[in-house]
Protein backbone atom coordinates (compact mmCIF):
# COMPACT_ATOMS: atom_id res chain seq x y z
CA UNK A 1 0.00 0.00 0.00
CA UNK A 2 1.64 3.02 -1.26
CA UNK A 3 1.09 6.65 0.43
CA UNK A 4 -2.11 7.49 -1.59
CA UNK A 5 -4.07 4.54 -0.21
CA UNK A 6 -3.14 5.70 3.16
CA UNK A 7 -4.71 9.25 3.07
CA UNK A 8 -8.47 9.19 2.32
CA UNK A 9 -10.37 12.37 1.30
CA UNK A 10 -10.94 14.61 3.99
CA UNK A 11 -15.02 14.88 4.19
CA UNK A 12 -16.66 18.02 4.87
CA UNK A 13 -13.49 20.08 3.85
CA UNK A 14 -15.02 23.25 2.89
CA UNK A 15 -12.52 25.69 1.84
CA UNK A 16 -13.88 29.49 1.83
CA UNK A 17 -12.33 32.49 -0.39
CA UNK A 18 -12.76 36.24 -0.41
CA UNK A 19 -15.42 35.49 2.54
CA UNK A 20 -16.44 38.96 4.04
CA UNK A 21 -17.51 40.26 7.39
CA UNK A 22 -18.50 44.00 8.11
CA UNK A 23 -17.62 45.76 11.05
CA UNK A 24 -19.47 48.77 12.14
CA UNK A 25 -19.08 51.88 13.18
CA UNK A 26 -15.57 51.96 14.17
CA UNK A 27 -14.67 54.91 15.55
CA UNK A 28 -12.60 57.97 13.59
CA UNK A 29 -9.07 57.23 14.86
CA UNK A 30 -9.75 54.53 16.58
CA UNK A 31 -10.47 50.69 17.14
CA UNK A 32 -12.96 47.92 17.39
CA UNK A 33 -12.41 43.88 18.52
CA UNK A 34 -14.75 41.38 16.67
CA UNK A 35 -15.49 37.42 16.78
CA UNK A 36 -16.56 36.02 13.56
CA UNK A 37 -17.83 32.64 14.40
CA UNK A 38 -19.25 29.63 11.95
CA UNK A 39 -21.23 27.91 14.58
CA UNK A 40 -21.21 24.47 16.17
CA UNK A 41 -20.61 21.79 13.77
CA UNK A 42 -17.17 23.39 12.07
CA UNK A 43 -13.79 22.97 13.09
CA UNK A 44 -11.50 25.46 11.52
CA UNK A 45 -8.43 24.17 10.02
CA UNK A 46 -5.45 26.31 10.92
CA UNK A 47 -5.40 30.27 10.49
CA UNK A 48 -7.46 32.33 8.35
CA UNK A 49 -5.87 35.13 6.32
CA UNK A 50 -7.28 38.62 7.31
CA UNK A 51 -7.70 41.45 4.86
CA UNK A 52 -9.59 44.60 4.46
CA UNK A 53 -9.82 46.86 1.22
CA UNK A 54 -11.51 49.77 3.01
CA UNK A 55 -9.35 53.10 2.40
CA UNK A 56 -8.31 54.11 6.05
CA UNK A 57 -8.50 50.76 7.63
CA UNK A 58 -6.61 47.89 8.80
CA UNK A 59 -7.28 44.38 9.77
CA UNK A 60 -5.13 42.05 12.66
CA UNK A 61 -5.59 38.44 13.59
CA UNK A 62 -6.13 38.22 17.45
CA UNK A 63 -6.53 35.00 18.00
CA UNK A 64 -8.20 31.78 16.53
CA UNK A 65 -10.41 29.04 18.54
CA UNK A 66 -12.19 26.16 17.36
CA UNK A 67 -14.70 27.28 15.21
CA UNK A 68 -14.30 31.07 15.64
CA UNK A 69 -11.60 33.68 15.02
CA UNK A 70 -10.99 37.34 16.28
CA UNK A 71 -10.08 40.64 14.74
CA UNK A 72 -9.08 43.75 15.78
CA UNK A 73 -10.43 46.72 13.07
CA UNK A 74 -8.54 49.93 12.80
CA UNK A 75 -9.53 53.22 11.52
CA UNK A 76 -7.36 56.01 10.76
CA UNK A 77 -9.69 58.31 8.92
CA UNK A 78 -11.67 61.14 9.83
CA UNK A 79 -14.93 59.74 10.86
CA UNK A 80 -16.51 56.81 11.89
CA UNK A 81 -17.29 54.03 9.24
CA UNK A 82 -17.85 50.64 8.37
CA UNK A 83 -15.11 48.09 7.46
CA UNK A 84 -15.22 45.06 5.35
CA UNK A 85 -13.30 42.44 6.76
CA UNK A 86 -12.23 40.00 3.98
CA UNK A 87 -11.12 36.37 5.12
CA UNK A 88 -9.97 32.48 3.62
CA UNK A 89 -11.04 29.89 5.48
CA UNK A 90 -10.45 26.40 5.47
CA UNK A 91 -13.67 24.55 7.58
CA UNK A 92 -13.90 20.80 8.11
CA UNK A 93 -17.90 20.60 8.77
CA UNK A 94 -18.85 17.34 11.10
CA UNK A 95 -21.56 14.95 10.77
Known amino acids: MGVKGIFHPLKGL ?3 E ?3 HTVSS ?3 GGEKVETISFGDGYIML ?3 KVWTETADASVE ?4 GLNE ?3 KVSNSGGSDKDVVVKYDV ?3 RGA
Open 69 to 71: FTV
Open 46 to 48: GMP
Open 18 to 20: SEE
Open 61 to 64: LLYG
Open 26 to 28: VPA
Open 14 to 16: EIR
Open 90 to 92: ALY
